[in-house]
């Protein structure tokens, strides 16, 4: 199963606060297990929400708001994509993370082609294959 590991944003991320040497290290060296171990697939930092923009979908109506946003406790700081075998096996990687007493990280399952029934159609399964065939020949 494939999972998303959702690092939530802190006041000091979202103040734009690098993360020191010490912890970009120890994050190195704990990617490069989660890599050794087949289990990453990808993972990013994000910049704070201040550089973002939210869009807002009403009828045909767009509306754009310039970041930052308010609620910080709802805001990703980062995520990992990781390929495991189970919920428990994420949280067990997880635990192993060199994050400090106030980080937050939640961990949601991704869907599966499967995962959609009869509404997903053998067309749109093979639009999807030849979608992700197109991405992987791209990196």
Do not use: H, Y
């Amino acid at each position: 199963m494939r999972c998303m590991v959702i690092v939530k944003a802190t006041s000091d991320s979202e103040a734009g606060v690098m993360p020191s040497e010490q912890l970009l290290t120890a994050m190195g060296k704990f990617n490069e297990e989660l890599v050794k171990a087949g289990i990453m697939l990808a993972g990013e930092g994000l910049q704070p929400s201040s550089k973002g923009v939210r869009v807002k979908f009403s009828g045909r109506a767009r509306t754009v708001t310039d970041g930052p946003f308010a609620e910080t406790k709802e805001l990703i700081a980062g995520f990992w994509l990781w390929q495991v075998k189970s919920m428990q096996e994420a949280i067990e990687w997880l635990k192993r993370a060199p994050f400090d007493d106030d980080a937050e990280v939640e961990i949601r399952q991704v869907f599966e082609a499967d995962d959609f029934g009869a509404e997903f159609t053998p067309e749109l399964r093979e639009q999807e294959e030849r979608l992700r065939a197109q991405i992987a020949a791209k990196s």
